[in-house]
C-alpha cells in the first residue's frame, strides 16, 4: 500500500499542526486499507486514554471518527461514524473537555445536550441515533474536528485567557519539532491531503 497513509504509521498530531485545521470532505470509498486505518485509530485512541478520534488527528482528511465512551478497550461499545451529520440540537450544557491533539489542556464548553446524527458505519449500513450525554458531547466535539474546529475555539474569552499560555507553548514545540525537520512543512501537508482526498474523498 502507498506510503502515503501505512495504518503502522499513523500518530496522533498536536496542535498547531495544520492538518487540525483542515476541513475534511466526505468519505466515498471505503476498503480494506481504511479498515486498518480505523482499528490504528482505535489502538492510537486507547494509548492516549482517549474516548473519541477524529481522522485529521491522525493526519487524515477523511470525514470519520471513532468513539467508545469508555476509553477501554475490554469494555462499551466501538463505534464508528463515517460522513456524519448533525441535527436538532436541544437544549445547553457546559462541561469539561480535553482534546488528544492539546494534551492536558482543559476547558468548559457549553454545547447542545441532546443531537440527532447521521452517519455511515464501516460496513457502510445507515447509523441514525439520538444522543444525549456524554455521547453527544464526545460526538460534537469529533464533528468540530472533521471541520477543523477545536474546543479550545468554543472557550469563553475568560477560559480561554486560562489556556492560552500552554497553548503558546504547544505553538514553540511546534515550531522548534519543525525545525528539526520532524514536521512536513505547510506546502507538503497539503500536497499529501490532497493526494489522500484525491483517493478517498
Ligand atoms: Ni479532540
Known amino acids: 500500500m502507498s506510503r502515503l497513509c501505512d495504518p503502522t504509521t499513523l500518530q496522533i498530531v498536536q496542535y498547531p499542526h495544520p492538518t487540525l485545521r483542515h476541513k475534511s470532505k466526505p468519505v466515498r470509498r471505503v476498503d480494506s486499507h481504511l479498515r486498518d486505518t480505523v482499528r490504528r485509530m482505535f489502538e492510537l485512541m486507547y494509548e492516549a486514554q482517549g474516548v473519541g478520534l477524529a481522522a485529521n488527528q491522525v493526519d487524515l482528511p477523511l470525514r470519520l471518527f471513532v468513539v467508545n465512551t469508555t476509553g477501554d478497550p475490554d469494555e462499551g461499545i466501538e463505534q464508528v461514524f463515517i460522513n456524519p451529520v448533525m441535527s436538532r440540537p436541544k437544549g ?61 475555539d468554543r472557550l469563553s474569552t475568560t477560559s480561554r485567557l486560562a489556556v492560552a499560555e500552554a497553548l503558546d507553548e504547544f505553538k ?21 491531503l490532497s493526494d489522500l482526498e484525491r483517493r478517498y474523498c
Not at 125 to 138: H, M, N
Not at 176 to 192: H, K, N, P
Request: net charge negative; charged share 35%.
Open 172 to 192: 514553540r514545540e511546534f515550531a522548534s519539532r519543525r525545525q528539526l525537520g520532524e514536521i512536513l512543512s505547510d506546502a507538503e501537508i497539503t500536497q499529501r
Open 92 to 152: 445547553l450544557e457546559e462541561a469539561e473537555e480535553g482534546c488528544l491533539s492539546i494534551p492536558d489542556v482543559r476547558g468548559p464548553v457549553t454545547r447542545p445536550k441532546r443531537v440527532r446524527v447521521q452517519a455511515f458505519g464501516l460496513d457502510g449500513k445507515v447509523i441514525e441515533t439520538e444522543l444525549e450525554g456524554l455521547t453527544a458531547r464526545i460526538v460534537q466535539h469529533e464533528i468540530d474536528h472533521l471541520d477543523g474546529v477545536l474546543f479550545t
